[in-house]
């Protein structure tokens, strides 16, 4: 296990088969939307949700150093090694360790965008703890089919007026919001102005970002590595997704053998509301297929 603290909760009834949710880039477990998560518990699963390293309440990655993005986009652009306090792996043995101490052999593991990635490691180096894996909004890692459409860079690449100012951080986030999400549900700006402004007081910490951001860069092109998954797969995404394009989720299933792809329209890189009561029940119809068996570690 990890020696960082890892923030969790835990919902429903500890005995049932567990489904391990990992969050995206610089995102809470608070981003897992409540109704979503209970939707799952109804289905009869244990739902663990947490925050990753360097974000929300879990621990952050030791060192004051500042993230240099640009140089590591340079070096990865030339196929040099990117430096990083920490890669998608370590995350990985992050949710593995976590697992461990709640004293989960088998789960099934959902992740969202960069929460995708790390789910698409932890099944491949530790096949013996998946049960099934499903990868939202994510990719394989492959360049040419990644790219975000230019909005959403341009918005990704700006920053708040004010970092240290808790309502400027929120109006960027909005505007951010108001630019990757699903054109087909759109949430009012007062909608994300809580949620997300509720974020921004749980905690907010840009540096820690920036490293999960590297280690993203630095994990490369893992098309190899998805080719090695044995657990059966679901790969969902949007066919609006302007920041990790519908191109990405393709290549992402083409590389996962017997993988089954879901494309929703409308939907961009955000969980409408309207979309929460499908998607539970998408998920746990696949899980429900797959070794739905209450599993404990003997310690």
Request: charged share 20%.
């Amino acid at each position: 296990m990890s020696a960082l603290h890892i923030e969790y909760e835990s919902l429903g009834d500890p005995t049932h088969p567990a489904i391990v949710l990992i969050m995206g880039l610089g995102m809470q477990l608070t981003a897992w939307p409540d109704s979503f998560c209970q939707a799952l518990v109804a289905r009869g699963y244990r739902v663990v949700r947490f925050d990753n390293r360097d974000c929300g309440l879990s621990g952050r990655a030791p060192g004051k150093k500042r993230a240099n993005l640009m140089l590591a986009i340079a070096a990865s652009a030339l196929g040099l090694p990117v430096r990083t306090p920490y890669t998608l792996e370590d995350m990985a043995g992050d949710a593995v360790g976590l697992m461990d101490r709640l004293g989960i052999a088998q789960a099934h593991i959902v992740g969202a965008s960069m929460g995708g990635m790390i789910a698409q490691v932890l099944a491949a180096r530790f096949p013996q703890r998946v049960l099934s894996l499903t990868s939202i909004m994510s990719s394989s890692g492959n360049r040419r089919v990644s790219k975000p459409a230019k909005p959403a860079r341009k918005v990704l690449l700006s920053r708040p007026a004010d970092p240290k100012d808790p309502d400027s951080v929120v109006e960027y986030m909005v505007q951010m919001f108001g630019v990757i999400g699903s054109p087909a549900y759109p949430a009012s700006k007062d909608e994300l102005r809580q949620r997300l402004g509720r974020s921004v007081r749980r905690a907010y910490e840009p540096a820690g970002t920036a490293r999960q951001l590297l280690a993203i860069i630095a994990s490369g092109d893992r098309r190899k590595l998805l080719h090695t998954i044995k657990a059966p797969t679901l790969v969902v995404h949007g066919a609006a997704d302007p920041l990790v394009p519908l191109a990405a989720g393709r290549d992402t299933a083409q590389n996962i053998s017997g993988a089954e792809l879901l494309v929703i329209d409308g939907m961009g890189h955000d969980f409408p509301d309207e979309l929460m009561p499908r998607l539970a029940q998408t998920i746990a119809d696949h899980c429900d297929k797959f070794g739905a068996v209450p599993l404990t570690v003997v310690t």
